[in-house]
Protein backbone atom coordinates (compact mmCIF):
# COMPACT_ATOMS: atom_id res chain seq x y z
CA UNK A 1 0.00 0.00 0.00
CA UNK A 2 1.15 3.55 -0.93
CA UNK A 3 0.88 6.19 2.50
CA UNK A 4 -1.05 8.32 0.03
CA UNK A 5 -4.03 6.31 0.09
CA UNK A 6 -4.35 6.47 3.91
CA UNK A 7 -5.07 10.10 4.43
CA UNK A 8 -8.41 9.41 2.18
CA UNK A 9 -10.61 9.03 5.20
CA UNK A 10 -8.76 9.08 8.39
CA UNK A 11 -6.01 11.44 10.19
CA UNK A 12 -3.09 9.61 10.38
CA UNK A 13 -1.03 8.37 12.52
CA UNK A 14 2.77 7.36 11.90
CA UNK A 15 5.90 6.73 13.73
CA UNK A 16 9.69 7.54 13.17
CA UNK A 17 12.73 5.25 14.36
CA UNK A 18 16.57 5.48 13.83
CA UNK A 19 18.67 2.19 13.62
CA UNK A 20 20.95 1.03 15.92
CA UNK A 21 24.53 2.74 15.61
CA UNK A 22 27.03 0.13 13.83
CA UNK A 23 28.38 -1.56 17.05
CA UNK A 24 25.02 -1.65 19.40
CA UNK A 25 23.22 -4.65 19.91
CA UNK A 26 20.46 -4.75 17.12
CA UNK A 27 18.08 -6.61 19.10
CA UNK A 28 17.23 -3.70 20.67
CA UNK A 29 15.39 -1.98 17.87
CA UNK A 30 13.12 -5.35 17.78
CA UNK A 31 12.20 -5.21 21.14
CA UNK A 32 11.27 -1.31 20.82
CA UNK A 33 8.95 -2.37 17.54
CA UNK A 34 7.27 -5.32 19.28
CA UNK A 35 6.13 -2.18 21.49
CA UNK A 36 5.44 0.43 19.19
CA UNK A 37 3.47 -1.95 16.38
CA UNK A 38 1.26 -2.64 19.46
CA UNK A 39 0.02 0.95 19.06
CA UNK A 40 -0.83 0.09 15.32
CA UNK A 41 0.33 3.00 13.65
CA UNK A 42 -0.98 3.81 10.33
CA UNK A 43 3.14 3.70 9.01
CA UNK A 44 6.22 3.57 11.12
CA UNK A 45 9.28 5.23 8.82
CA UNK A 46 13.19 4.09 8.79
CA UNK A 47 15.84 6.94 8.81
CA UNK A 48 18.95 6.53 7.13
CA UNK A 49 22.72 7.52 8.18
CA UNK A 50 23.45 11.51 7.21
CA UNK A 51 23.78 12.33 3.89
CA UNK A 52 23.34 8.42 2.51
CA UNK A 53 26.21 6.83 4.51
CA UNK A 54 26.71 3.22 5.51
CA UNK A 55 23.44 2.79 8.03
CA UNK A 56 21.16 1.81 4.81
CA UNK A 57 21.64 -1.08 5.04
CA UNK A 58 19.96 -1.54 8.46
CA UNK A 59 17.24 0.91 7.24
CA UNK A 60 16.42 -1.28 4.33
CA UNK A 61 16.30 -4.41 6.50
CA UNK A 62 14.36 -2.88 9.38
CA UNK A 63 11.99 -1.84 6.86
CA UNK A 64 11.32 -5.06 5.19
CA UNK A 65 10.92 -6.25 8.54
CA UNK A 66 8.53 -3.94 9.72
CA UNK A 67 6.31 -5.16 6.48
CA UNK A 68 6.73 -9.07 7.10
CA UNK A 69 7.23 -9.25 10.90
CA UNK A 70 4.95 -6.86 11.90
CA UNK A 71 2.30 -6.57 9.16
CA UNK A 72 2.89 -2.72 9.03
CA UNK A 73 3.26 -0.29 6.40
CA UNK A 74 7.16 0.90 6.11
CA UNK A 75 8.59 4.00 4.69
CA UNK A 76 12.39 3.87 4.20
CA UNK A 77 14.34 7.46 4.22
CA UNK A 78 16.83 8.05 1.76
CA UNK A 79 19.17 11.26 1.29
CA UNK A 80 20.24 11.58 -1.79
CA UNK A 81 23.31 14.26 -1.56
CA UNK A 82 26.27 12.06 -1.52
CA UNK A 83 24.52 9.14 -4.14
CA UNK A 84 25.48 8.99 -7.71
CA UNK A 85 22.64 7.71 -10.19
CA UNK A 86 23.77 4.62 -10.35
CA UNK A 87 24.34 4.19 -6.28
CA UNK A 88 20.72 5.34 -6.13
CA UNK A 89 18.84 2.85 -8.52
CA UNK A 90 21.02 0.24 -6.81
CA UNK A 91 19.31 1.50 -2.99
CA UNK A 92 15.75 1.34 -4.97
CA UNK A 93 16.07 -1.65 -6.89
CA UNK A 94 16.85 -3.49 -3.29
CA UNK A 95 14.10 -1.44 -1.41
CA UNK A 96 11.77 -2.64 -4.42
CA UNK A 97 13.32 -6.20 -4.35
CA UNK A 98 12.41 -5.90 -0.23
CA UNK A 99 9.35 -4.78 -0.85
CA UNK A 100 8.93 -1.23 0.09
CA UNK A 101 6.42 0.98 -2.04
CA UNK A 102 7.42 4.47 0.24
CA UNK A 103 10.67 6.43 0.34
CA UNK A 104 11.25 9.63 1.93
CA UNK A 105 13.51 11.33 -0.76
CA UNK A 106 15.64 13.72 0.97
CA UNK A 107 18.38 15.92 -0.13
CA UNK A 108 20.50 15.21 3.17
CA UNK A 109 22.15 17.50 5.44
CA UNK A 110 25.80 18.70 3.48
CA UNK A 111 28.84 18.10 5.50
CA UNK A 112 32.45 19.75 5.41
CA UNK A 113 33.49 15.95 5.69
CA UNK A 114 31.85 14.31 2.13
CA UNK A 115 32.06 15.89 -1.11
CA UNK A 116 28.46 15.74 -2.84
CA UNK A 117 28.53 13.34 -6.29
CA UNK A 118 26.66 15.95 -8.11
CA UNK A 119 23.97 13.92 -9.75
CA UNK A 120 21.70 15.13 -7.06
CA UNK A 121 21.48 18.48 -5.75
CA UNK A 122 18.54 18.81 -4.46
CA UNK A 123 15.55 16.54 -3.03
CA UNK A 124 13.40 17.61 -5.85
CA UNK A 125 15.89 15.62 -7.94
CA UNK A 126 15.63 12.46 -6.45
CA UNK A 127 11.91 12.70 -6.37
CA UNK A 128 12.41 13.14 -10.24
CA UNK A 129 14.87 10.16 -10.57
CA UNK A 130 12.40 8.37 -8.81
CA UNK A 131 8.94 8.80 -10.36
CA UNK A 132 10.82 8.47 -14.32
CA UNK A 133 11.91 4.93 -12.88
CA UNK A 134 10.38 3.51 -10.34
CA UNK A 135 6.67 2.66 -9.30
CA UNK A 136 7.31 4.00 -5.47
CA UNK A 137 5.32 6.24 -3.32
CA UNK A 138 7.63 9.65 -2.84
CA UNK A 139 7.31 11.58 0.36
CA UNK A 140 9.08 15.06 1.16
CA UNK A 141 10.43 16.77 3.75
CA UNK A 142 8.79 20.61 4.68
CA UNK A 143 9.89 23.07 7.49
CA UNK A 144 7.14 25.18 8.53
CA UNK A 145 9.68 27.52 10.20
CA UNK A 146 11.93 27.15 6.69
CA UNK A 147 14.55 25.02 5.65
CA UNK A 148 18.00 26.96 7.87
CA UNK A 149 19.36 27.42 3.93
CA UNK A 150 16.70 29.58 2.77
CA UNK A 151 16.45 33.11 2.91
CA UNK A 152 13.12 33.40 3.97
CA UNK A 153 9.75 30.90 4.17
CA UNK A 154 8.28 32.24 0.72
CA UNK A 155 11.31 30.93 -0.91
CA UNK A 156 11.08 27.98 0.27
CA UNK A 157 7.95 27.60 -0.22
CA UNK A 158 8.36 27.79 -3.58
CA UNK A 159 11.01 25.53 -3.82
CA UNK A 160 8.58 22.93 -1.97
CA UNK A 161 5.81 23.67 -4.60
CA UNK A 162 8.66 22.76 -7.69
CA UNK A 163 9.94 19.68 -5.50
CA UNK A 164 6.10 18.21 -4.94
CA UNK A 165 5.36 19.22 -8.84
CA UNK A 166 7.88 16.78 -9.64
CA UNK A 167 5.85 13.99 -7.45
CA UNK A 168 6.15 14.32 -3.97
CA UNK A 169 3.11 12.32 -2.80
CA UNK A 170 2.71 13.40 0.85
CA UNK A 171 4.78 15.57 3.14
CA UNK A 172 6.56 15.48 6.63
CA UNK A 173 7.10 18.52 8.71
CA UNK A 174 10.50 19.21 10.35
CA UNK A 175 9.38 19.07 14.04
CA UNK A 176 7.64 22.61 15.67
CA UNK A 177 6.60 23.85 18.94
CA UNK A 178 4.47 26.52 18.02
CA UNK A 179 1.32 25.11 15.72
CA UNK A 180 0.93 28.86 14.96
CA UNK A 181 3.95 28.57 12.69
CA UNK A 182 2.40 25.00 11.02
CA UNK A 183 -1.18 27.38 10.41
CA UNK A 184 1.03 29.90 8.59
CA UNK A 185 2.43 27.66 6.52
CA UNK A 186 -0.38 25.49 5.76
CA UNK A 187 -2.17 28.26 4.31
CA UNK A 188 0.78 29.32 2.50
CA UNK A 189 1.42 26.58 0.87
CA UNK A 190 -2.22 25.86 -0.29
CA UNK A 191 -2.41 29.73 -1.32
CA UNK A 192 0.51 28.41 -3.91
CA UNK A 193 -0.99 25.51 -4.90
CA UNK A 194 0.67 22.56 -2.67
CA UNK A 195 -2.30 20.22 -2.25
CA UNK A 196 -0.92 17.14 -0.84
CA UNK A 197 -1.36 15.67 2.26
CA UNK A 198 0.78 17.40 5.07
CA UNK A 199 1.64 15.38 8.24
CA UNK A 200 2.42 17.41 11.12
CA UNK A 201 6.14 15.81 12.73
CA UNK A 202 5.84 16.12 16.67
CA UNK A 203 8.84 15.49 18.86
CA UNK A 204 8.07 14.99 22.51
CA UNK A 205 10.66 16.55 24.07
CA UNK A 206 12.32 15.12 27.25
CA UNK A 207 16.03 16.47 27.83
CA UNK A 208 17.03 19.93 27.37
CA UNK A 209 20.82 19.04 25.71
CA UNK A 210 18.76 17.35 23.01
CA UNK A 211 15.93 20.61 22.15
CA UNK A 212 19.07 23.04 22.47
CA UNK A 213 20.97 20.69 19.96
CA UNK A 214 17.70 20.20 17.71
CA UNK A 215 17.32 23.86 17.85
CA UNK A 216 20.44 25.28 16.80
CA UNK A 217 20.37 22.73 14.36
CA UNK A 218 16.83 23.43 12.80
CA UNK A 219 16.03 26.43 13.66
CA UNK A 220 13.49 25.85 15.06
CA UNK A 221 11.29 28.57 17.87
CA UNK A 222 11.65 27.50 21.62
CA UNK A 223 7.97 28.88 22.80
CA UNK A 224 8.15 30.55 25.98
CA UNK A 225 5.85 28.51 27.75
CA UNK A 226 8.50 25.71 26.87
CA UNK A 227 11.03 27.74 28.25
CA UNK A 228 9.36 27.53 31.38
CA UNK A 229 9.12 23.78 31.05
CA UNK A 230 12.79 23.42 30.78
CA UNK A 231 13.83 25.27 32.92
CA UNK A 232 11.49 24.32 35.75
CA UNK A 233 12.01 20.17 35.16
CA UNK A 234 15.40 19.93 33.76
CA UNK A 235 17.07 18.67 36.89
CA UNK A 236 14.22 16.55 37.21
CA UNK A 237 14.02 13.95 33.65
CA UNK A 238 10.81 12.51 35.18
CA UNK A 239 9.05 15.46 35.29
CA UNK A 240 10.73 16.53 31.99
CA UNK A 241 9.27 13.50 30.44
CA UNK A 242 6.14 13.82 31.65
CA UNK A 243 5.92 17.62 30.69
CA UNK A 244 7.06 16.72 27.20
CA UNK A 245 4.82 14.08 26.59
CA UNK A 246 1.81 16.77 27.91
CA UNK A 247 3.40 19.52 25.63
CA UNK A 248 3.13 16.83 22.46
CA UNK A 249 -0.49 15.74 23.87
CA UNK A 250 -1.86 19.54 23.65
CA UNK A 251 0.16 20.10 20.11
CA UNK A 252 -1.66 17.00 18.82
CA UNK A 253 -4.98 18.07 20.24
CA UNK A 254 -5.21 21.32 18.91
CA UNK A 255 -3.77 20.15 15.20
CA UNK A 256 -6.50 17.53 15.43
CA UNK A 257 -9.04 19.69 16.18
CA UNK A 258 -7.48 22.31 13.46
CA UNK A 259 -8.26 19.28 10.96
CA UNK A 260 -4.45 18.18 10.17
CA UNK A 261 -3.78 15.59 7.54
CA UNK A 262 -2.02 13.65 10.17
CA UNK A 263 0.29 13.19 13.04
CA UNK A 264 4.24 12.16 12.00
CA UNK A 265 5.74 11.10 15.89
CA UNK A 266 9.39 11.63 16.01
CA UNK A 267 9.61 8.58 18.84
CA UNK A 268 13.35 8.59 19.10
CA UNK A 269 13.06 4.75 19.88
CA UNK A 270 10.97 5.17 23.17
CA UNK A 271 8.00 3.28 23.09
CA UNK A 272 6.93 4.52 26.90
CA UNK A 273 6.48 7.74 25.45
CA UNK A 274 4.55 7.11 21.99
CA UNK A 275 2.76 4.49 23.79
CA UNK A 276 1.45 7.49 26.46
CA UNK A 277 0.93 10.22 23.68
CA UNK A 278 -1.06 7.54 21.77
CA UNK A 279 -3.51 6.61 24.13
CA UNK A 280 -3.98 10.08 25.23
CA UNK A 281 -5.05 11.34 21.43
CA UNK A 282 -6.22 7.89 19.73
CA UNK A 283 -10.43 8.65 20.68
CA UNK A 284 -9.45 11.93 18.68
CA UNK A 285 -7.52 10.70 15.99
CA UNK A 286 -11.11 8.03 14.87
CA UNK A 287 -13.07 11.00 14.99
CA UNK A 288 -14.46 11.00 11.26
CA UNK A 289 -13.20 13.53 8.65
CA UNK A 290 -15.33 16.26 7.74
CA UNK A 291 -16.30 17.14 4.11
CA UNK A 292 -14.45 19.76 4.13
CA UNK A 293 -10.96 18.20 5.45
CA UNK A 294 -11.86 15.26 3.48
CA UNK A 295 -12.10 16.90 -0.07
P1 LIG B 1 15.63 20.01 -0.25
O1 LIG B 1 14.18 19.84 -0.53
O2 LIG B 1 16.57 19.80 -1.38
O3 LIG B 1 15.82 21.49 0.33
C1 LIG B 1 17.06 21.88 0.95
C2 LIG B 1 17.29 23.37 0.77
O4 LIG B 1 17.50 23.66 -0.62
C3 LIG B 1 16.11 24.25 1.18
O5 LIG B 1 16.63 25.45 1.73
C4 LIG B 1 15.38 24.53 -0.12
O6 LIG B 1 14.64 25.74 -0.11
C5 LIG B 1 16.56 24.60 -1.11
N1 LIG B 1 16.17 24.21 -2.46
C6 LIG B 1 15.42 23.14 -2.81
N2 LIG B 1 15.28 23.09 -4.15
C7 LIG B 1 15.98 24.15 -4.65
C8 LIG B 1 16.22 24.64 -5.96
N3 LIG B 1 15.70 24.02 -7.05
N4 LIG B 1 17.01 25.75 -6.10
C9 LIG B 1 17.55 26.38 -5.01
N5 LIG B 1 17.33 25.95 -3.75
C10 LIG B 1 16.56 24.86 -3.57
N6 LIG B 1 18.42 13.59 6.95
C11 LIG B 1 19.12 12.43 6.83
O7 LIG B 1 20.32 12.44 6.52
N7 LIG B 1 18.53 11.20 7.06
C12 LIG B 1 17.21 11.10 7.37
O8 LIG B 1 16.69 9.99 7.56
C13 LIG B 1 16.43 12.30 7.49
N8 LIG B 1 15.10 12.27 7.75
C14 LIG B 1 14.37 13.44 7.77
C15 LIG B 1 12.97 13.38 7.96
C16 LIG B 1 12.21 14.55 7.98
C17 LIG B 1 10.70 14.46 8.16
C18 LIG B 1 12.84 15.82 7.83
C19 LIG B 1 12.03 17.09 7.88
C20 LIG B 1 14.22 15.89 7.63
C21 LIG B 1 14.99 14.71 7.58
N9 LIG B 1 16.38 14.74 7.36
C22 LIG B 1 17.10 13.56 7.27
C23 LIG B 1 17.09 16.03 7.28
C24 LIG B 1 17.21 16.58 5.84
O9 LIG B 1 18.07 15.73 5.10
C25 LIG B 1 17.79 17.99 5.93
O10 LIG B 1 16.84 18.87 6.52
C26 LIG B 1 18.37 18.60 4.66
O11 LIG B 1 19.13 19.75 5.01
C27 LIG B 1 17.34 19.04 3.63
O12 LIG B 1 16.71 17.98 3.06
P2 LIG B 1 15.44 18.20 2.06
O13 LIG B 1 15.10 16.89 1.52
O14 LIG B 1 14.38 18.99 2.73
O15 LIG B 1 16.15 19.12 0.93
Redesign the pocket.
Known amino acids: MKTAELFKNKTVFSL?I?PPKPDSDESVIYNTLDELTDIHPDFI?V??????GKNGCK?IQIASDIITKYNTLSVA???CINLTKNQAADILDDLTAHGIKNV???????SKDTIPSGDF????DLVTFIKEHYDINVI????PE?????NNLN??I???K??VDCGVDHL???LFLDNRYFYDFKDKTLSCGINVPIEA?IMPVTNKKQIERMVKM?GVMLPSKFVKILNRYENNPVALRDAGIAYAVDQITDLIAEGVSGI?LYTMNNPYIARKIYDAVQNLLSQPLTYAENS
Do not use: N, V, W
Request: hydrophobic fraction near 25%; aromatic fraction near 8%; charged fraction near 20%.
Open positions: EFSTYGAGGTHMPLALRGDIKHASGACYAHPESEDKHLYKITQGCH
